[in-house]
């Protein structure tokens, strides 16, 4: 007989965001994949068709439509659009319980929804910047880098949530060089590519200018570059980076690596709103999440896009067969 692949597991998120009713309604339209939900039944909108599960492997017995929960108490009910610290320690603890269960084989990937990073900490002191820290420190401080991807570009920042000013200083030539490093092998294992193409962007306006415009291109940037393409690694740049994401240039790469947050996400979420899924490189097991936050001013509303959503599990799921 053939044995059933393992599951997703997708997490509750904030309750009182959007994640609950993107749950709620990926089941009712129907996904190719299988997947359970890791929350608080009473946190999923008044009409939803759910059924509790011991276990992952028993979404295979859910009926068509239904939403399999995996129950996860929390403090209290949940509000739309009005976070809870009280419910930081259920959103925490749903990750967790997500990150076993792909550990031990029960779950073929996780699928996190949006979390409000204040009220964790506020609630729980939570101490980590987001979910791509806090996984890394669950899969044992693992090295990650984050990539955003949608079908036309995959961006990867190589320093992420600080300030504009902090990034030259945090720009290390180590930094750089393992953000390639993980990025390549990533694109090897996860997205098939045999030979992945990576181009580099430049830090300063017109990649320095040769030096008119700043030095770190000709500092450590192009070195690094002209390192990983001796270890034959189709690496190129340090590219400009108002000329790297036209369409002709695009087709020329399969991921850019970039060197501060706005030059990565600016571009994908101009060419993909709706339908970027961002995803944590170098972690043991398959991680993706929507690319947008918890809409507390849409939550409850049922209008939420389930675009984003859908499209980090079919990328999830595709990551996972290929891992298997």
Not at 102 to 131: C, R
């Amino acid at each position: 007989m053939t044995r059933r692949p393992a599951p997703l597991v997708l997490t509750c998120g904030d309750p009182s965001g959007v994640g609950p009713e993107l749950a709620a309604r990926l089941a009712l339209d129907g996904l190719p994949m299988p997947f359970v939900w890791i929350g608080d039944p009473r946190h999923l909108p008044a009409n939803t068709c759910w059924q509790p599960v011991p276990r992952p492997d028993a979404v295979y017995s859910v009926a068509p439509g239904a939403l399999a929960v995996l129950e996860q108490p929390f403090a209290t009910p949940a509000h739309p659009g009005r976070p809870d610290p009280a419910n930081a320690a259920g959103t925490i603890a749903a990750i967790e319980t997500a990150v076993r269960l792909v550990q031990s084989g029960a779950a073929s990937g996780v699928v996190t929804a949006p979390i409000n990073k204040k009220a964790l900490k506020d609630g729980a002191g939570f101490a980590f910047p987001g979910h791509t820290e806090f996984l890394a420190h669950l899969a044992g401080g693992c090295e990650v880098v984050m990539m955003l991807a949608c079908e036309g570009l995959r961006v990867v920042p190589a320093t992420i949530h600080i300030p504009l000013s902090r990034v030259p200083a945090a720009l290390t030539p180590d930094l750089l060089r393992r953000t390639i490093e993980i990025t390549h092998a990533a694109l090897i294992r996860d997205f098939g590519l045999a030979d992945p193409r990576i181009a580099v962007a430049g830090l300063n306006p017109h990649a320095g200018e040769g030096g008119a415009m700043g030095t770190e291109e000709n500092d450590f940037i192009r070195p690094i570059v002209q390192d990983c393409a001796g270890r034959s690694m189709a690496v190129f740049g340090p590219l400009p980076a108002d000329t790297m994401f036209h369409p002709a240039a695009r087709a020329r790469y399969d991921a850019a690596i970039c060197m501060y947050h706005d030059q990565a996400l600016i571009p994908i979420k101009t060419i993909d709103f709706a339908g970027g899924v961002n995803v944590t490189l170098g972690l043991p097991f398959v991680r993706t999440s929507p690319d947008h936050g918890t809409a507390y001013d849409i939550a409850g509303k049922g209008v939420a896009d389930p675009s984003s959503m859908r499209a980090a599990m079919a990328m999830a799921w595709d990551m996972a067969q290929r891992r298997a």
